[in-house]
């Protein structure tokens, strides 16, 4: 038989019992603050104003697009198995795998969804994560950022403005000038070179 020391599974108790509520806390705090406008669901259909650029880069101005929105057998068909468990149901590729990770090329990165410019290849660094990562998007029209709460830590989730797509997350661990890292999928996005 064991010998049962009180004060030790006291310790014992206190502790699992302090590290439930702590893993709890973040729940509990979250559960209670007010909605955000980053929160709300996009509206479907309707329009969007995105950034427009040119083959070569050139920024061609402002427009007013129709938002892409398919159905969910249609997303299936236009796209590949990878690029719509990406994009349409937030997945994550493994790092290391995708087309993309390690291109250096001039160019700009695309939507896969509905053909966007959403990073210039100018803004590109290595992060080390196996994954694109950018410094910046091409435009904050082309993005859409929303608080990402699908992991014990909150994270800000990135998707493409005119279809929806979801692209990534942006981190606040990136080099100047703006301190952030946009860690995008490369399964979400299609690369452009700059057509000479």
């Not at 108790?13 to 893993?23: E, H, L, M, P, Q």
């Not at 800000?156 to 979801?166: G, L, P």
Request: proline letters at 6%.
């Amino acid at each position: 038989m064991l010998n049962a020391d009180p004060a030790r599974r006291r310790f014992l108790g206190v502790f699992a019992a302090t590290v439930a509520a702590s893993a709890s806390l973040p729940f509990l705090f979250r559960a209670t603050r007010p909605a955000m406008a980053a929160d709300a669901p996009p509206s479907p259909g309707g329009t969007v104003t995105i950034d427009e650029f040119a083959a070569d880069k050139k920024p061609l101005g402002a427009k007013v697009e129709a938002r892409v929105v398919l159905t969910d057998d249609q997303w299936k068909a236009k796209l590949s198995s990878k690029s719509y468990y990406i994009t349409r149901h937030e997945g994550t590729e493994p790092a290391y795998t995708g087309e993309n990770w390690d291109r250096h090329d001039n160019g700009i990165y695309r939507c896969i969804g509905c053909d966007t410019a959403l990073y210039d290849s100018a803004t590109k660094f290595e992060s080390g994560t196996g994954w694109p990562s950018f410094w910046q998007p091409i435009s904050k029209r082309n993005i859409v950022q929303k608080t990402d709460r699908s992991l014990i830590e909150e994270r800000i989730e990135v998707k493409c403005a005119r279809c929806d797509a979801h692209l990534g997350h942006v981190f606040d661990d990136g080099p100047d000038p703006t301190g952030l890292r946009y860690c995008m999928n490369a399964g979400a996005m299609r690369f452009a070179a700059v057509t000479a």
